[in-house]
């Protein structure tokens, strides 16, 4: 092939800026971040220039940790995998609420200035209010089969569609493509606001948070005052090597315990099973308003499975 049509290779000098600027293009050019205190946790990862940087550019006072990756504490005890950190920042320091990316930058949770994390369900619940009143939100929010039984209760109460993709941000993005949706995310704190991204970003993600916030004028915890989220629990029952874990699943004596299961918490609650892809596990989870009957539920269904994978 001639070189002249190979193409070539540009480098490009000020990437981080272009960053910057397309993360503040994605709130209105008023919107003023002056008088608030923001701590923020980068994992020492993806986010540590560009995520402090904004909020600064927007107004902020930013206080920010996992800022100094060395290429192997990425993720080390911080971040939003690690929320602790940030949470006792918050309180030590007298911030009006902190934001923890993870690694990579595309999950985040933000935690309320009392030091209470709050996670992709809750930003999500957030969002779609605010979207809905706004005439922002088109089509349905997606979640997953994770999503929090109380936040599909919440959203019908206030009118909104909802439904649910299998567990990972790709099923997620397919479903709002799917039914013409914008807003969708995952408890883990992946948020997809696809009239702003294309993709789950982190960064951009907390904007759309931050504005609902200032253009309201509430805290996080008033934001969500409305969101009453049901007591939910997961077993991960481990099965012997060799044993296909959707055979166990699929077996009558699990499939019998499963509809038992649904029954007792119909109406108020759910119940359901997840074969691992990866590893020789069954999730059992079950949620319902009554911690007690959930405990219940779950030792039961988990020991039918249990049972189950012995024998096959």
Not at 83 to 91: D, F, G, H, K, N
Request: charged residues 20%; proline residues 3%.
């Amino acid at each position: 092939m001639p070189s002249e049509q190979l193409g070539k290779a540009v480098r490009t000098r000020d990437a981080i800026g272009r960053y910057v600027e397309a993360c503040k293009n994605s709130v209105p050019r008023d919107f003023d971040l002056s008088g608030m205190r923001i701590a923020v946790d980068c994992a020492h990862g993806a986010t540590y220039q560009v995520a402090p940087l904004v909020l600064r550019e927007l107004g902020a006072s930013v206080d920010a940790i996992g800022v100094e990756p060395n290429g192997v504490n990425i993720n080390d005890g911080v971040g939003s995998l690690y929320p602790q950190a940030l949470a006792e920042r918050v309180r030590a320091i007298g911030a009006h609420l902190g934001i923890a990316f993870d690694g990579d930058g595309d999950r985040l949770l933000f935690v309320d200035s009392d030091g209470n994390v709050h996670d992709g369900d809750d930003l999500l619940y957030l969002l779609a209010l605010d979207w809905q009143a706004s005439g922002r939100l088109r089509g349905p929010v997606v979640g997953t089969l994770m999503t929090n039984f109380g936040f599909e209760q919440a959203l019908a109460k206030a009118g909104i569609g909802f439904i649910r993709a299998n567990v990972g941000d790709r099923y997620v993005h397919h479903a709002l493509l799917e039914h013409d949706g914008v807003l969708g995310g995952e408890a883990s704190g992946h948020l997809l606001c696809l009239d702003r991204a294309t993709t789950g970003d982190g960064i951009i993600s907390a904007l759309q948070v931050l504005e609902v916030l200032k253009h309201r004028g509430i805290t996080l915890q008033q934001a969500l005052a409305g969101l009453n989220r049901v007591p939910q629990q997961t077993i991960n029952v481990r099965i012997g090597q060799g044993v296909p874990a959707r055979a166990v699943v699929q077996s009558d004596a699990v499939a019998a315990a499963l509809a038992t299961a649904q029954q007792a918490v119909a109406g108020h609650g759910r119940a359901f099973l997840r074969p691992s892809g990866t590893e020789p596990v069954v999730r059992v989870t079950v949620e319902a308003d009554d911690a007690k009957l959930v405990q219940a539920t779950l030792e039961h269904l988990a020991e039918a499975v249990r049972t189950a994978a012995g024998a096959a």
